[in-house]
């Protein structure tokens, strides 16, 4: 029960059970907030934001609360979710575009989508459970951003309301060509994608698509260990440069993520000696299908790997199976962290990412410095063809929590040091912003303050995130 007085609107409750219903994400961090606030259009959202302001009270968007770093957690005030403005308004096949709400949960837009033949890349691993409004929040991406970029190359437009109620139209510049002014504002649409909540409330997405494939296949590749998997990942990076090979992803396994998966496999059988695995896709004609199979299959001999154990999926179902596999590690990972939060344990994921040709250095550095820091359970997954491995340490209790953040946190440092960066994908949210700060010089990192100061002078937007 909120012990002040909140915004009279009949969307706001601060009933305790359904507050506490909105208190935690998969990330571990949990609070709960005043109250909760489930908005049916834009102008609710507008007239809570404006009563919000009115009394300088928090305000945090949230999606279907998938994030892994705590951005959907409010750390005071009240928490806005967006989950009931789910309609997707306009699918247009001629033009290859679509206008949705927010709330739209991403892997339902794109069944939409293809029941219209277009295809809309991005595939964040939890995409049956997040949003496209938390999608943009973190310009999410998945395993097809190694062929296809992330949620930002298909923004088109935005709708937003600011933190004041007022709603705006913000759309990507259409030249080809834009020389006016300093190249981050030249398309200001950009400042909302990954701003997690702290700039406006996304309340409409314009997102331009494709046409949908003319057919694909996927497989996953087994290996004897990571260090030959990931040698294989860098070959047949190179032989896509050369246009021998066409992957949209190149997903990688180790030898703990084969372990969570082994169980679930049914009858898609994971080799017994294997000690990491590559998982990739490519789209092609069925009638080619067999030619860029036998392609891949010499691709895989020629790194040592175990080529005739390969699982190969053709149709949709077997497709689809092989990525269920794949989500398995983070889900069941993200269940093992939930049941350490108890004894002060959670799961700790890095999202660190470096330019490809440093992959290898950094993943010997990352497996070093778990062995000397890191005491508990691991594993390692993820798209590792655009040089981006997620490193999930099970921390059981506090104690241990304390040593899986000073693994992860040394681990983004070697990534920033060797050209990357420390969140590729999942944002900051709030459990990376004492290191966050260490990825920018102080006169960037005071520009990005004094952008979130002139758009939410009060700092009611998501408080927490990006900044203390």
């Known amino acids: 029960m909120s012990t002040r007085a909140l915004p009279a609107h009949p969307r706001i409750t601060d009933d305790p059970e359904v507050c506490q219903a909105y208190a935690a994400d998969v990330s571990g961090l ?79 837009f794109k069944r939409r989508v293809g029941e219209a033949g277009l295809f809309f890349p991005p595939d964040p691993t939890s995409e049956e459970e997040c949003t496209l409004g938390g999608n943009v929040a973190c310009n999410a991406s998945g395993s097809r951003t190694y062929r296809y970029g992330p949620t930002r190359d ?32 030249q398309n200001p649409i950009d400042l909302w994608i990954g701003s997690e909540g702290t700039l406006g409330v996304v309340t409409q997405v314009e997102l331009d698509l494709r046409p949908h494939p003319p ?29 021998e090979l066409e992957p949209r992803c190149l997903e990688f396994f180790d030898r703990h993520a084969l372990e969570i998966i082994r169980p679930e ?9 294997a000690g990491a695995a590559i998982f990739f896709e ?6 080619d299908a067999a030619g860029a199979m036998e392609r891949w299959h010499r691709a895989i001999e020629a790194a040592g790997g175990l080529a005739d154990e390969t699982v190969i999926a053709q149709s949709q179902a077997e497709q689809s199976e092989l990525r269920r596999l794949r989500h398995a590690v983070p889900s069941r990972m993200n269940e093992r962290g939930a049941s350490a939060v108890e004894k002060g ?8 990412a470096v330019p490809l040709v440093n992959l290898p250095v950094v993943m010997e550095d990352a497996y070093r410095i778990m062995e000397e820091l890191f005491d508990g359970f691991t594993v390692a997954y993820g798209h590792v063809g655009n040089g981006h491995p ?7 209790d506090r104690w241990v929590l304390e040593q899986a953040e000073v693994a992860a946190r040394q681990m983004a440092r070697r990534a920033i040091a060797l050209g990357g960066t420390l969140a590729a994908e999942h944002g900051i949210g709030k459990l990376k912003v004492p290191f966050y700060r260490e990825l ?25 995130n990006l900044f203390p």
């Open 30 to 108: 949990s609070r709960t907030p005043e109250a909760v606030a489930r908005p049916e259009s834009e102008q609710e959202v507008s007239d809570i934001l404006r009563l919000c302001s009115d009394r300088g009270m928090g305000v945090t968007p949230q999606g279907l609360r998938s994030s892994t770093t705590g951005a959907s957690v409010p750390a005071r005030g009240i928490a806005l979710s967006l989950e009931r403005m789910n309609r997707v308004l306009e699918i247009d096949p001629e033009r290859q575009i679509a206008v949705a709400e927010p709330g739209v949960v991403t892997a339902e």
């Open 154 to 185: 298909y923004v088109r437009a935005l709708r937003v309301v600011m933190a004041d109620g007022t709603a705006i139209d913000v759309r990507r510049i259409g030249a080809n060509k834009n020389a006016a002014g300093y190249f981050g504002f």
């Open 215 to 243: 057919g694909s296949f996927g497989a996953l590749a087994f290996f004897s260990d990571w260090r030959q998997a990931i040698r294989f990942v860098m070959a047949a990076d190179a032989s896509r440069r050369r246009g």
């Open 265 to 273: 496999a049914g009858g898609l059988r994971i080799a017994d000696g």
């Open 282 to 287: 490519e789209e092609v004609a069925p009638e």
């Open 345 to 352: 344990g959670r799961r700790v994921s890095t999202d660190f």
């Open 390 to 396: 997620h490193f999930n340490l099970l921390a059981e």
């Open 440 to 464: 920018y010089p102080d006169w960037l990192y005071s520009g990005m303050r004094a952008l979130k100061q002139t758009l939410d002078p009060k700092g009611i937007l998501s408080p927490g």
